[in-house]
């Protein structure tokens, strides 16, 4: 493998209580394959001399940064606060894809996305003419995907744990190295 790879590990991690500690076990299993891990919440951030919306842009500006730095994004698109992923983590996805960026997905929770939203809207889904809906009468995505079109289709794959997905960042580095 030529330079080691840095990767962004995005995703909704950065609000546990022990968000840090986290963290540090994620970077850990990437040292461990050859790949640097760049965490978001590793940015020191002076949140006392700053307004609300001033920390908020230079979280913003910060991990917008660590996007450009990064060879390759790591998401966690696991149900964050309803059936979607973490709202934060599909914008980093989006702007990772946006710059041609390697995108490999992972979740907790591997069903297809009418499965969630069936969960989460218990029995106010509504079946028409092959079509569901949301108790507001809206479509639900039905393509047998793990999140919405938009991210499934923008990361390279959907795997089931952190750990599998760096071993396919990496599996996908060692085959793109073997080509030249």
Known sequence: MSKPLKVYLAGPDVFRS???EYGDRLKTICEEHGVQGLYPADMEID???LEPFGV???IF???VELIHECDAVIANITPFRGPNMDVGTAFEIGYASALGKLIIGYTEDNRDFLEKAADFFSDELRE???EWFDPDSNRIENF???ENLMISCAVTDVVDDFEAAVNLLVTIRREID???
Request: aromatic share 4%; glycine share 10%; hydrophobic share 30%.
């Open 18 to 20: 022990d968000a840090k």
């Open 61 to 63: 500006e910060a991990n």
């Open 56 to 58: 908020a842009k230079s």
């Open 47 to 49: 949140h006392n001399s």
């Open 128 to 130: 028409r003419n092959g």
């Open 178 to 180: 073997d080509l030249f």
């Open 144 to 146: 047998g995907l793990p």
